[in-house]
């Protein structure tokens, strides 16, 4: 087994293009680019599109948008090339086919010219006998295969698998497990079309690209019994294999289920990359949460730079078990990290949401800027997400007040408040300078003077300057509003009351 201390670590990542990445697959991929990292070596992304019917339009962007976004650099791969390109399995077919040949050169190999109605027919004679279905050569004579090459009969390139020994793979995260091989069927390796399969392309492209540790799902467990076969038949060194457990539904040991992506969302759980794009999340939180996300360091410490990660992973820190995806854990993790951003950060953020929803436009006025610089810092530890800026602040970048009807039933819909609330826009009237110290002031004078209770004050005032039950510190918004909004949305919640709205 390769020694990390001793050699140049190689990893790599190698995602199909059928569609957006699952955020278990870019956690498996953090893993391997870790490792990778640790040990100062090389992390290669490859993409293994051999199979062109499942191929999605653009799915090739999204993975390397997506490992952009996540700050996952890679040293050989699309884009950056290399030493061992090129990184697309469609167009390394040279490779596949002179491995090919010597496979069958050597005998580990053989022609299946079996149609799928004859395999059919034994697979239906297994069930009937209660015995397992295994693919095993059948002898042809080479009359009978004279005659087939001459009609121009298709066939399939399969490994004969050797009867009688035991596959063991040295599992970094799992121990050694194995498998007999009278358990596995000799498998193709190479269609009639002419295109190579995933255990063999993988072993082609793993070795041809120096690759020393695979790190990967452990759903590939099972392709990796035939996939040492086939190294040990080309005569290449075996990489090391570490298999990364699963990420279960929130609450579950149940695999999350890309088919059940419309069923997560629904519950807000999200099992794509880009869905946390999408609502603002940052790349820091995101690392720090998958790496955490059965991996960890100690008992205590949870938070965790990209350099930290870089500095203590290892692959025997992490558990053999699945580990569940844990929505709110991702969601403090997220919290923790927009503390550390500076204003400019959080407003560069922020702009994308607000520029989509169509409340602000380019180019962004100073006024407009400095608006959102006061929305930010007055939103504070609420605003987790940047997506949050449009969700509890939409109110202080439109002019159209939009009533919450809880917040109007509880706080608006009672004797007086009318009356309060004509008393209060006297009030932001008059009141000089308008800033949170002197408006503050005049508000507990006011309640005092009138004997009312401070919360039957505020509470009124804050629904009908913003809409909403709750928000950020009352004084911070009738400033940010202004004088003049606070008052024409006062006399619009009038109306409303009045009209019997809302």
């Known amino acids: 087994m390769p020694d990390c201390e001793t050699m140049s670590v190689r990893t790599r990542f190698a995602p199909s293009p059928t569609g957006f990445l699952h955020i278990g697959g870019v956690r498996t991929a953090l893993f391997s680019w870790l490792l990778a990292r640790h040990f100062g070596g090389q992390f290669i992304l490859r993409i293994d599109d051999t199979d062109q019917e499942r191929h999605v339009d653009n799915a090739v962007n999204r993975i390397l948008d997506g490992f952009r976004w996540m700050e996952m650099d890679w040293d050989e791969g699309p884009e950056v090339g290399g030493p061992h390109g090129p990184y697309f399995q469609s167009e390394r077919h040279e490779l596949y086919t002179r491995a090919a040949a010597k496979l069958e050169a050597s005998g580990h190999v053989y022609r299946d010219y079996s149609t799928q109605a004859e395999r059919d027919a034994d697979r239906a004679e297994s069930d009937r006998a209660k015995r397992a279905y295994r693919f095993r050569r059948k002898e042809v004579s080479e009359e009978t295969q004279r005659q087939y090459e001459a009609e121009g009969r298709p066939y399939a390139l399969r490994f004969q698998v050797p009867l009688g020994r035991t596959v063991v793979v040295h599992d970094l995260i799992k121990g050694d497990v194995e498998q007999k091989t009278e358990e596995i069927s000799d498998f193709v390796i190479v269609r009639p079309d002419g295109t190579p399969l995933y255990n063999f392309a993988s072993v082609v492209d793993d070795a041809d690209m120096e690759i020393t540790h695979v790190v990967r799902a452990e759903e590939h ?211 000089e300078p308008y800033d949170i110290p002197t408006l503050e002031k005049a508000v507990h004078e006011f309640a005092e003077t009138n004997s009312h209770p401070m919360g039957q004050v505020v509470n009124p005032l804050r629904v009908a300057t913003t809409g909403q039950g709750v928000g950020p510190g009352l004084y911070d918004c009738l400033v940010i509003l202004g004088r003049d909004s606070c008052r024409a949305r006062i006399a619009a919640t009038l109306a409303m009351l009045e009209a019997g709205a809302g």
């Open 221 to 431: 467990l099972s392709n990796t019994y035939t996939q040492i076969l086939v190294f040990e038949a080309l005569g290449y060194t075996l990489p090391a294999f570490a298999h990364v457990p699963y990420v279960a539904e929130p609450g579950s040991r149940k695999k999350m289920s890309k088919r059940k992506g419309a069923e997560y969302k629904a519950n807000d759980v999200f099992v794509y990359l880009s869905d946390y794009v999408d609502r603002g999340y940052l790349p820091q939180a995101m690392m720090n949460y998958l790496a955490r996300l059965g991996w960890s360091l100690d008992d205590s410490q949870e938070i965790f730079s990209r350099a930290e990660l870089i500095e203590k992973f290892t692959l025997d820190r992490v558990n053999s078990s699945p580990a569940s995806h844990d929505p709110d854990k991702l969601f403090w993790v997220q919290g923790e990290w927009m503390k550390t951003l500076p204003l400019e950060r959080k407003v560069e953020g922020a702009l994308p949401f607000l520029e989509k929803e169509g409340l602000v436009t380019e180019p962004v006025s100073p006024e407009t800027r400095t608006r959102i610089e006061a929305v930010i810092n007055a939103l504070g530890d609420r605003l987790k997400v940047f997506s949050d800026i449009v969700k509890l602040g939409r109110y202080f970048f439109t002019d159209t007040l939009t009533h919450d009807p809880d917040a109007v039933k509880k706080r608006l819909r009672k004797e007086g408040v009318p009356a309060l609330l004509t008393a209060l826009d006297g009030l932001l009237a008059t009141v």
